[in-house]
């Protein structure tokens, strides 16, 4: 009879990806690696994960939704900041995301390999749902979002901002007002009506 896998297992092979992801790198990780570091034979891991870019990228969405869900709710959507224009929450929003994944150590590790994992639709969408549409929502319902944008596809649009500006060229993240300058530029006035 096939046995089940445990959700404490699997938790538990997460837990020694992120330690062997944090001490090799994304790039170097392999599954010998992180069955060793779990306890578990690699048949166990594959039971699992059906390959390492699948274990990956599970590992980094487990780790970023557990640091955005300690912080809840981000500082954008407390209370105190409702009484701050949208363009002002949005800038400050993006910038608290940048400057804490930059500062991060899995995302700082490698910000390309974690960035490719957190570039999946469906890390995407939750990433969106929890941090981006609450304040989306309610800048359009004020009319200081523009109407005929989705609020699904700005949000994607913001995170993918936010990887973008972790994971430059350079190997260096832009720093808070490099990041505020090219949005209010660029990011704000595309998104709120005209003549606001």
């Known amino acids: 009879m096939p046995t089940t896998p445990r959700p404490d297992t699997r938790e538990r092979i997460l837990d020694a990806a992120l330690r062997t992801l944090l001490?090799?790198?994304i790039a170097k990780t392999t599954m010998k690696d992180v069955s060793r570091a779990a306890g578990v034979s690699r048949a166990s891991l594959y039971r699992y994960f059906a390959d390492r870019e699948t274990l990956v990228e599970a590992t980094v969405r487990h780790h970023v939704l557990k640091v955005v869900a300690e912080e809840q709710p981000p500082p954008h959507l407390r209370p105190e900041a409702s009484r701050r224009p949208f363009a002002d929450r949005l800038v400050e929003g993006i910038v608290h995301d940048v400057s804490r994944g930059s500062a991060d150590p899995l995302l700082s590790t490698d910000p390309r390999g974690a960035s490719t994992s957190i570039g999946r639709?469906?890390?995407?969408?939750?990433?969106?749902?929890?941090v981006w549409e609450?304040?989306?929502?309610?800048?359009?319902?004020?009319?200081?979002?523009r109407e005929d944008l989705a609020i699904e596809d700005v949000a994607d649009w913001i995170v993918r901002l936010e990887i973008?500006?972790?994971?430059?060229?350079?190997?260096?993240?832009?720093t808070a007002d490099e990041v505020r300058r090219y949005l209010r530029l660029f990011v704000v006035p595309s998104l709120v009506p005209a003549g606001d």
Not at 121 to 130: D, G, I, M, S
Not at 138 to 144: D, K, M
Not at 164 to 174: A, I, L, N, T, Y
């Open 23 to 25: 001490r090799l790198g």
């Open 164 to 174: 973008m500006f972790m994971s430059q060229s350079d190997g260096r993240p832009e």
């Open 134 to 145: 609450p304040l989306l929502s309610e800048a359009q319902e004020t009319g200081q979002l």
């Open 121 to 130: 639709p469906r890390l995407y969408a939750e990433l969106n749902q929890q």
